[in-house]
Each structure stands twice: as C-alpha cells, then as structure tokens.
C-alpha cells in the first residue's frame, strides 16, 4: 500500500503544481483589467428619434448615432435586426472602409492597447499590438481579445484540467483526477492508522 500510495502521490504532483501555480494567479489576477476590458462602440447625441406604431412584431427598439450615422436595431422573434432609419429596411454588412472608421473611433482612446488596425477580414479586425476585435453588426457590438487574454484563458484551461482541448475527453480527466487524490487521501488516513495501530 506504501508503493501504491507512492505511486498516486507522484502521479498527482503535476497537478497539484499546476493547480497551486494557478491558484495563485487566479488570487491576484494580474492584467485582468486590459485583457477583458470592455470595448465599447463610441456613440453620439441623436438627432432625430424614431417611433414607428405600425410594427406589432417588434419586442425591443435601441436607436443609435455612431460614426457612421443613424442606426436602428430591432428585436423580433427571430432576434435583432439591423435596420435603416429611414427605409426600415435590413442593412447590409458595412465594408471595410465603413468597419475602419467604426472601429478607428473605438479603439483611439487607447492606442497603447490597440495600436492601430493591421487588417480587416470580414467581422474580425487585427491591430499592430496582435489584439483581435470582432464587430458583431446585428447587435452593434464590438468584442476584444489580446495576447494576454489568450494566457489568461490558456492558464483558466489548466487550472481546471483542460488540458486536451476535447470537452468529454477533459471532463472525464477531471473526475479521474478528483478520485485519485480522494484515493491518495484515504490511503493516507489508512496508512496513519496502521501506523498507529503498530506502535
């Protein structure tokens, strides 16, 4: 039993190192503030309000003034929906031009951060300091994620064992992991009280 005990011991010292390291991050969260930061879109007063009453299918109205003019988004059934102020018909995808500027007025309060845009693909723009912002269009919204936040999430996935990437394969990890050192302890507590027993 002594071997065995050996055994786990070792075999839960990686862990163990992995989770106390961890720990110990999570407890005073350095870089936190500028990783998850929020960016927000930079809206302006509105000059015109709209009130359409003929549209029984809509459950919510947010009107916008952003850079790049009158925004009005509408929440159906079916989720929100990026309309024209005038025509109230759906807005296409704004081009890259249009994204620029959207996201140029966002990120110019904090260009130690976000430096400036590097390209632009679609929904996801790039900068000169590697952060990843991803516009989200329907519901005017913008989203950011930097090289610290990659660690920062790569040591979340290590603190909770997930270490393969693969959902069932981690959960399955996890309670391995919790059984052994459940098992280490009792074989521990078994070990005491023999030892107690002899002497």
Do not use: C
């Not at 790049?68 to 102020?85: I, N, R």
């Not at 399955?172 to 070990?191: N, P």
């Amino acid at each position: 039993m002594k071997k065995l005990h050996q055994y786990l011991g070792f075999l839960m010292l990686l862990p163990f190192i992995a989770w106390a390291i961890t720990g110990v991050f999570f407890f005073f969260k350095p870089g936190y503030k500028e990783a998850y930061q929020p960016l927000l879109i930079k809206y302006y007063p509105i000059e015109t309000r709209i009130f359409p009453s003929n549209k029984t299918d809509w459950l919510e109205i947010r009107q916008l003034n952003t850079i790049l003019g009158d925004h009005l988004m509408v929440k159906t059934l079916e989720g929100w929906q990026h309309l024209s102020s005038k025509t109230l018909t759906e807005v296409e995808q704004p081009n890259s031009t249009e994204i620029a500027l959207l996201v140029n007025d966002a990120i110019k309060s904090n260009q130690a951060r976000y430096g400036e845009i590097k390209s632009i693909e679609e929904n996801l723009i790039t900068t000169t300091t590697d952060v990843r912002i991803t516009l989200d269009w329907n519901n005017m919204t913008l989203r950011q994620q930097g090289v610290d936040t990659d660690f920062i999430n790569t040591i979340y996935n290590i603190h909770y064992l997930r270490w393969t990437g693969v959902k069932a394969l981690d959960q399955v990890l996890g309670v391995v992991g919790l059984f052994l050192v459940l098992l280490l302890a009792g074989i521990g507590v078994l070990m005491t009280i023999k030892k107690h027993k002899t002497t």
